[in-house]
């Protein structure tokens, strides 16, 4: 599938930014079968889980992320969000739209989160 991820930019700490994930050139009953997350990469480390939501609407969050951040889904628009607030320096990274079904995953092309002190 291919997965189209926007929302990235540059923001102050204690700010917000929303990213969207849209399952594009896919139907509404592809999308509903996947679960789908956010994950997150500084340079030099690996994919690092940020917040998760299955198929069926429940949800995950990294420690670092609960309470800040929010994923939800609309599986109409066949799109998955991340509202992340009160953010800060250390969520600076290139955040990953992530689709997963069975063992089958698919990746976005990142986008880049950048929040200044």
């Known amino acids: 599938v291919q997965l189209q991820a926007s929302g990235g930019g540059l923001v102050q700490a204690g700010g917000s930014l929303r990213l969207s994930c849209t399952m594009a050139?896919?139907?509404?009953?592809?999308?509903?079968?996947?679960?789908m997350g956010w994950y997150r990469q500084t340079p030099g480390k690996e994919h690092e889980l940020v917040a998760t939501?299955?198929?069926?609407?429940?949800?995950d969050y990294a420690d670092s992320a609960k309470g800040r951040f929010t994923i939800s889904r609309d599986n109409s628009k066949k799109t998955v969000r991340l509202q992340m607030n009160s953010l800060r320096p250390d969520d600076t990274a290139v955040y990953y739209c992530?689709?997963?079904?069975?063992?089958?995953?698919?990746w976005g092309q990142g986008t880049l989160v950048t929040v200044s002190s």
């Open positions: 939501i299955t198929a069926s609407g429940s949800t």
């Open positions: 050139r896919a139907i509404f009953s592809v999308f509903v079968g996947y679960d």
């Open positions: 992530n689709a997963k079904q069975g063992r089958v995953q698919d």
